[in-house]
């Protein structure tokens, strides 16, 4: 049974769930400010406000990731009503928890699209998760926005990325850590299908750089003793660890790794465990490495600037602003900007714009040019960020890599 969850203008209404799975919901409509509209009044069809189905996971052990993607979220919506909204009219939201489970993302992403009438689909965190609510999508021709990083071996219509790409975050990468480190790279992750995405395309990429994958291990979400996986690790002696264990486990991993004796100074490092969600946590065990991303909070542009400062100022937050919020701001304000520029609330049209559609953001710093979605594969064509993690937990942009373009096609986008 799914949460039952209600919507209202200018405050927020939360409900106590039915069931420990589906825990909280929540919904929410901004009322519109003066300013300059998104669409003008020629817009053909005002059909009402555009309305966002938020899904992610607020309870479970990739709750944290979820949390800071609807922050995000919330305030690119609170800046796009600012400005009298799309077609002049507030844009409203409705957040469901899934717990990062598969079967609740589809259920929820279904009655979002039945119930709710939703002009477009948001958020989730894990890779099947973000699959189950894809597919959904396509049945029925919503379009879906994702932030996290990382992508799929298949391809929905309707499901567009607007964090980094697997090869995005690998490319620039791979070749530096062999460099620098040496050449044998083990890979460990979370079992589920993205890190064995992942890892097939890391392997792909080592090899192309002169390197070898000597080991690979994978453990569910939750694990809580990596020992026995660490040892086998550590006795392959890698040069480099790829991570993609995720969520409050890429913590207790990365702890483990360096209580146990893997994770040294001398090993290179690389992967989930360090984005800046998990940062307050690792401190100096992730302090001084360098870290490949598709926006950092240090990005010295307007937008960053003002984002950043309205993140800190309504959470009172003093840690790193995590990636994936960054990357749910933008991507929303992309998604809105979409839907006013197809003057429709109809979900076709809009998925129509957002295929088509160049948008200014500061993940591209050639603004001139702006972002673009590649049709063969809906990847983002954007740049990368080259950060060195501080001592003090800044992250520091230390190099730019211009538009790292994903131009591998795949099955399902047209």
Same mark, same amino acid.
């Given at each position: 049974m799914v949460p039952s969850y209600s919507r209202t203008r200018g405050r927020r209404l939360m409900r106590a769930s039915r069931t420990p799975a589906l825990a909280a919901a929540c919904a929410l409509a901004l009322t519109a400010c003066q300013g300059a509209a998104m669409s003008g009044d020629d817009a053909p069809d005002r059909g009402g406000p555009v309305r966002i189905g938020v899904i992610v996971p607020l309870t479970g052990p990739t709750s944290q990731v979820g949390t800071a993607l609807r922050n995000g979220l919330e305030l690119a919506v609170k800046e796009v009503n600012s400005h009298q909204g @799309?077609?002049? &009219?507030? =844009?409203?939201? =409705? =957040? @469901?928890?899934? #717990?990062?489970?598969? #079967?609740?993302?589809? /259920? !929820? #992403? &279904? &009655? !979002? =699209? &039945? /119930?709710?009438k939703v002009t477009m689909l948001f958020g989730t965190i894990t890779g099947d998760t973000a699959e189950a609510v894809g597919r959904v999508a396509d049945e029925a021709h919503v379009p879906f926005g994702t932030a996290i990083l990382g992508d799929t071996e298949h391809c929905f219509a309707y499901q567009w990325g607007f964090g980094e790409s697997t090869r995005q975050m690998l490319t620039p990468t791979v070749p530096g850590l062999i460099k620098k480190y040496g050449t044998d790279v083990a890979l460990v992750g979370s079992d589920y299908n993205y890190p064995h995405f992942y890892a097939g395309v890391a392997k792909e990429l080592v090899k192309k750089a002169g390197g070898t994958v000597v080991a690979e291990e994978y453990s569910p979400l939750g694990q809580t003793d990596w020992q026995p996986v660490i040892g086998r690790l550590k006795s392959a002696k890698p040069d480099t660890v790829l991570s993609m264990v995720v969520g409050a486990d890429a913590v207790t991993f990365s702890k483990q790794a360096q209580q146990f004796g893997l994770l040294t100074p001398k090993l290179g490092f690389e992967g989930a465990p360090l984005d800046a969600d998990f940062q307050p946590a690792l401190g100096p065990l992730v302090a001084g490495r360098t870290h490949t991303v598709r926006w950092s909070d240090r990005l010295d542009d307007p937008e960053s600037r003002g984002f950043v400062k309205d993140y800190r100022a309504a959470h009172d937050w003093k840690a790193p602003v995590p990636e994936v919020a960054g990357n749910a701001y933008f991507g929303v304000k992309f998604f809105l900007a979409a839907a006013a520029k197809a003057g429709s609330n109809d979900p076709k049209a809009v998925n129509r714009a957002i295929g088509h559609h160049l948008f200014s953001s500061p993940t591209r710093r050639d603004t001139g040019k702006g972002t673009r979605f590649l049709a063969a594969n809906h990847v983002l064509q954007a740049d990368m960020q080259e950060v060195t993690i501080g001592g003090d937990g800044a992250y520091n942009v230390t190099r730019n890599h211009p538009v790292v373009a994903d131009t591998t096609p795949k099955k399902g986008c047209s």
């Open positions: @799309v077609h002049g &009219r507030p =844009v409203e939201y =409705v =957040v @469901v928890d899934d #717990a990062g489970d598969p #079967a609740n993302s589809t /259920q !929820l #992403a &279904r &009655r !979002l =699209v &039945r /119930q709710d």
